[in-house]
């Protein structure tokens, strides 16, 4: 293979990681914020992919502008859910949490099933889907992966910025240090956590419907996104937001490269770079250098 | 009998987990006045604190706050009425700086004098320092941003939990001796010291628990050293 080619799948990986990078955002920012590890993270993806089919058929609008419609109603779906349920298993003990999402996962794939059908899906985006451009000569790129870096971008530093340019971030990261102190100065832990949830959430709608519009997808996929989410947050290093699209694009480049090593070798080669990473930087690439 | 008290607690009973710590404790407290609790560890000083505070809520008796019963409100909402506490330890939020940490001070958004230019004004060492991470100040500095951080929430009632633990007496002096400042404003300050000389200072008025009960109350003023010890110790 000559090296545009070469050149040309690590661009492929580079762009499909932006999408790994919103998967693993949400979650970084609900353990930052509170401790949980949300094992319904992969489903929640799914449940968005879901919502945004219901949207488009209903409504008749490309998946792309269902975006205005997903993105708010699975917001509320997580403050909804962060208050109704999730703020009643946080406490000292990690394990609630953990065996409530888990439980939630479950939940989420069975109606999923019971509603929609073990049916693939996809979602049509029309003439965007086959447009592509010469970026550079020889190497041409899609512009529906490009403009879903472009957002996985913008969404990063859209986090980076609510985190710590607003009150409201403030609020996040002065509960994340001292919950009862927090609590002292008048911030409700309960709304801040149902917030850093409704935004969680807002991310993944936008993942889910990129993913939808990418792959096909049904109602037993979101566990291996989670996966790709924990992955990703991992090789970044907890509670970086950058450091969580340098982990998304480093497994996107490396499934893409192991695939054309061999087709087999897609998932395992992201796999076996975070478990490298894993047992060499344990801290992940980019940690949060706290005082 | 005062009838216009600030604060009026009223034979509470609270717990530390399932420690029993508070002993049908009362206590009040008037607009401007300054007053010390004063005990042993273990006394139930902090307890007594975190009750007001609505950090922990009291199994009998009740709180009222201008009137108004605050028993069994949350924190938040709490410190909305104007009851702001300084905890032990100073507790800053590490990962911001001293700056944002006086700005979730503000949160609750009540009106008032204080802001950070004002804060900056009682404790001029915080001034130069507010871009910094809090955990890069020193112990003495933690606690001015710690009282300047609860000061911005423009309480009527301050407490503050053990301001002078771990710090050299130069510091712990420096620190009181702006307390009449922060009084002048019109708030009230309910102190807890193990410290007694400098609590005796800066109060009008005393409480010494012992084991979770008042074991003496009255004017610093009339209160000797002798009664104090017995107080304190027990015997």
């Known amino acids: ?291 | 009998m005062r009838d216009a008290a600030l604060l009026e607690i009223k034979t509470i009973d609270a717990f530390y987990g399932d420690f029993q710590a508070l002993f049908k404790v009362s206590l009040s407290i008037d607009a401007g006045q300054i007053i010390a609790v004063i005990g042993a560890n273990g006394a139930g000083k902090s307890t007594l604190l975190k009750t007001i505070a609505g950090l922990i809520h009291p199994h009998r008796g009740e709180i009222l706050f201008k009137g108004a019963r605050v028993t069994g409100l949350p924190a938040f909402d709490v410190v909305r009425h104007g009851i702001a506490l300084v905890p032990e330890g100073r507790r800053l939020f590490p990962s911001l700086t001293v700056e944002e940490n006086l700005l979730i001070g503000g949160q609750s958004g009540r009106p008032g004098p204080w802001s950070i230019a004002r804060v900056c004004e009682l404790f001029p060492v915080l001034a130069e320092r507010r871009n910094l991470p809090a955990p890069a100040l020193s112990g003495g500095q933690q606690q001015m941003a710690a009282i300047g951080r609860a000061l911005m929430a423009n309480p009527q009632l301050l407490l503050c939990d053990e301001i002078s633990l771990g710090l050299a007496p130069i510091v712990v002096r420096d620190i009181y001796s702006r307390l009449p400042q922060i009084a002048a404003e019109g708030l009230s300050l309910i102190i807890v010291e193990q410290d007694i000389a400098q609590a005796l200072r800066a109060a009008s008025h005393v409480y010494c628990l012992q084991e979770g009960r008042v074991a003496l109350e009255g004017s610093a003023r009339d209160l000797t050293r002798e009664t104090i010890s017995a107080a304190y110790f027990g015997v």
Request: glycine share 12%; proline share 4%.
């Open chain 1, 1 to 291: 293979m000559t090296s545009m080619q070469w050149f040309n799948i690590v661009l492929q990986g580079v762009l499909i990681g932006g999408l790994y990078a919103m998967f693993a955002a949400g979650l970084s920012l609900i353990f930052g914020v509170m401790r949980l590890v949300n094992i319904a993270h992969g489903d929640l993806i799914v449940l968005a992919a879901y919502v945004a089919l219901v949207v488009t058929q209903a409504m008749g609008i490309n998946p792309l502008v269902s975006l205005l419609f997903v993105v708010p109603i699975m917001a509320l779906v997580g403050y909804a859910l962060q208050r109704g349920l999730l703020n009643r298993t946080l406490g000292d003990d990690l394990l609630p949490p953990l065996l409530v999402t888990f439980g939630l996962s479950i939940i989420i794939q069975n109606g999923l099933l019971e509603l929609f059908t073990a049916d693939s899906r996809r979602l049509q985006a029309g003439a965007i889907e086959i447009q592509t451009f010469e970026l550079l000569q020889g190497v041409w790129v899609g512009a529906l992966p490009l403009l879903q870096f472009v957002i996985a971008v913008a969404a990063i530093a859209g986090l980076q910025i609510l985190f710590y340019r607003t009150a409201l971030g403030r609020a996040f990261r002065a509960t994340s240090d001292d919950q009862p102190v927090a609590q002292l100065m008048g911030l409700d832990t309960r709304h801040v956590f149902a917030m850093a949830m409704a935004l969680s959430l807002a991310v993944i709608a936008i993942a889910g419907v990129f993913l939808a519009v990418r792959t096909n997808f049904d109602p037993a996929i979101g566990p291996a996104r989670l996966i790709f989410g924990f992955e990703a947050v991992i090789i970044g290093g907890l509670g970086s937001m950058w450091g969580t699209l340098a982990g998304g694009v480093i497994l996107g480049v490396s499934q893409a490269v192991g695939a054309q090593i061999d087709p087999g070798w897609q998932l395992l080669a992201g796999h076996i770079v975070f478990l490298a990473i894993l047992a060499v930087r344990p801290q992940g690439l980019f940690p949060r250098v706290s005082g």
